[in-house]
């Protein structure tokens, strides 16, 4: 039987540096509204975004440095979310379509209105562009090796830019896969039956006199084991790409190493990191793009943990935690403070927009 390396904890071991954890560093409500419900935000350098709904009446406003309401527009659609795609635009998704807002001046337009299959197909694997052109993401071997390549903006040719993986981790779910098929077909053979999701009935583990729980154990074994490997053995590793100015970095989460690329797809060194072998660790890192710098981020009992990762060395050199508020909703980590929606009280009916100091 083929062993299986499963979760991130499991990929590497590597012993990590000692940090001290901040918890004095205080929030405070950066936005409120006393009749709209907050129901999505985005912060970068064109300022702060914020959807707001009250009876199903909906508004987006644009906020100022000091995050006071600059700009408001009406939205005559029924929006769902924002969403930045890979090149920096802002858009307002509804059930079907996408609309792209843009700030002129003082003004908030929607520009351009697309399917949300427009989204599927392209903007949800595309991770970043530079003056080259624009990153995509791929992911093949079971979902064990995750690909960047880029489409260069003149020629439109398409452009190794680097791949992660593991050779042991590919071919360790491929042998299981194949040890799956081979069981259900065994079973399929020895039941005369199609295997559903569902046990099977009373009356199907009673034919030709067999025990129920001999036939039902074994079958269910099989399906668990089936289902465990689709949920969790081809679940993609979370190896992000960034841009910061002229530099692509990878966050090699299979392999421990945080890779510094040139624009033109060169290695230009690699860091060993450990974060990610650390319990508790979220499955996620941010970029402050104002002050560029990396976070990589914990979550103990809903608490978010947000670790400054050294660009030198590779190791987190500080902590800060979001103390009280559990379970942040959207946190964006921008200029210094990790922003985020949370409803202070059970009973209340409204939302606020916090930050912090990180």
């Known amino acids: 039987m083929a062993f299986l390396s499963i979760g991130q904890d499991s990929l590497r071991t590597q012993k990590i540096k000692e940090v001290n954890v901040s918890h004095s560093r205080k929030k405070e409500i950066a936005f409120k509204d006393s009749r709209y419900y907050i129901m999505d935000f985005h912060i970068d350098s064109n300022g702060a975004f914020v959807l707001l709904n009250r009876f199903s009446k909906y508004y987006i406003y644009l906020l100022d440095s000091d995050m006071n309401v600059k700009v408001k527009k009406l939205i005559t659609f029924h929006p769902k979310s924002l969403f930045l795609d890979c090149t920096g635009l802002l858009h307002v998704f509804s059930k079907d379509t996408m609309f792209r807002l843009e700030r002129s001046a003082d003004t908030l337009l929607f520009t351009e209105k697309q399917s949300l299959d427009m989204y599927k197909y392209y903007y949800r694997d595309c991770s970043a562009s530079n003056d080259v052109g624009l990153i995509f993401k791929s992911e093949r071997n079971y979902s064990q090796t995750t690909e960047y390549y880029q489409i260069e903006n003149v020629s439109k040719f398409n452009l190794d830019v680097y791949e992660v993986t593991d050779s042991t981790l590919v071919r360790s779910a491929r042998e299981t896969e194949a040890e799956i098929k081979k069981e259900e077909y065994r079973l399929r053979r020895k039941y005369s039956r199609t295997l559903g999701s569902r046990a099977p009935t009373w009356e199907d583990q009673t034919q030709e006199g067999q025990l129920r729980n001999d036939r039902s154990s074994e079958i269910q074994r099989h399906l668990d084991k089936r289902q465990f490997y689709g949920q969790f053995v081809l679940r993609p590793h979370y190896n992000p790409l960034f841009i910061m100015d002229d530099t692509t970095f990878v966050f090699d989460h299979v392999n421990g190493e945080m890779v510094r690329l040139t624009m033109d797809r060169e290695v230009l060194d690699k860091r060993p990191i450990g974060y990610h072998n650390e319990k508790h660790w979220k499955g996620e890192v941010q970029l402050d793009t104002k002050r560029n710098i990396f976070y990589t ?55 606020k927009l916090f930050r912090q100091r990180i």
């Not at 060395?313 to 800060?320: F, H, L, P, Q």
């Open 297 to 351: 981020v914990e979550e103990k009992h809903g608490a978010q943990i947000f670790g400054r990762v050294s660009l030198e060395s590779g190791e987190v050199d500080r902590k800060t935690k979001i103390t009280k508020h559990a379970y942040p909703e959207k946190v964006i980590v921008y200029n210094g403070f990790a922003y985020y929606v949370y409803r202070q009280f059970v009973d209340d009916n409204l939302n």
